[in-house]
């Protein structure tokens, strides 16, 4: 279950004037949509009640202006917190590149901590690879913790700037070397940060099972097995051995 919390006026502004510093990505879902697509887009400034915010790529199947009044409700990533928060669409414009949007400034925010088991750092170096859409060849990342859920990992930024992007779906595939047991599963990019004083980045990865693929599911509960039950090969960072 989600750990949900509402800011204070005060939080909330310091929230979105660091998402704007950062230019954090943004999943904005305009609720006129029947669909499950998402405009995703990248904040770019805040302009007295405005946020405004340039897509990463065209809406394809509706007309950018026809979202001009609606509601709509965002998601943003910051410092591996999600923030949630609804609002409308005050501006919507496809006449540039990139196509742009403004949103009215939120009421206010809500920060929801989506971590909902425990985390696990391997005890001796582990390699994930990571396959961009349509890529054949993989990124190769290091693990820094793995749950149930999804895995933190770290790479050459050089190497992931410009092939991964916060939103994207991706495909992870792992294997632990004192077993042979290999896991391979479709995830979706949730965070990604450069490193402070490093080359490299840091990346936060959500598996994302195909919905009725009982192959990956079993993949999963037997993923939960290993991370609750081996404390010889993983050390739990919620406090335990």
């Known amino acids: 279950m989600q750990a949900v919390l509402d ?81 409308h669409v005050v501006e919507a414009s496809d006449a540039t590149v990139p196509h742009r949007i403004a949103l009215e400034l939120p009421a206010g925010v809500v920060v929801a901590n989506r971590r909902r088991f425990s985390r696990r750092a391997p005890r001796q170096p582990l390699e994930v690879r990571v396959w961009p859409a349509e890529s054949e060849l993989p990124l190769i990342c290091q693990v820094q913790n793995l749950g149930s859920e999804g895995v933190a990992c770290c790479g050459a930024a050089a190497d992931l700037d410009e092939a991964l992007f916060v939103g994207d779906r991706v495909r992870v595939a792992f294997e632990f070397a004192w077993s042979g047991e290999t896991f391979e599963l479709p995830a979706t990019l949730c965070t990604k940060a450069n490193q402070r004083g490093s080359d490299q980045q840091a990346l936060g990865i959500e598996f994302a099972p195909d919905p009725g693929d009982g192959q990956q599911a079993d993949l999963l509960l037997r993923l939960r097995t290993i991370l609750n039950d081996d404390l010889e090969n993983f050390v739990d960072l919620e406090g335990g051995a």
Not at 15 to 25: D, F, G, Y
Not at 55 to 78: N, T
């Open 7 to 87: 800011l204070s006026p005060r939080q909330t502004t310091r929230v979105l004037e660091q998402a704007v510093r950062l230019r954090s990505t943004l999943q904005i879902e305009p609720r006129v949509w029947t669909g499950s697509e998402s405009v995703w887009a990248i904040l770019e400034q805040r302009d007295g009640r405005l946020l405004r915010a340039a897509l990463r790529e065209p809406v394809r199947e509706w007309p950018l202006a026809s979202l001009v009044g609606s509601a709509c409700d965002v998601r943003m990533l910051l410092d591996g917190d999600m923030y949630i928060f609804s609002t």
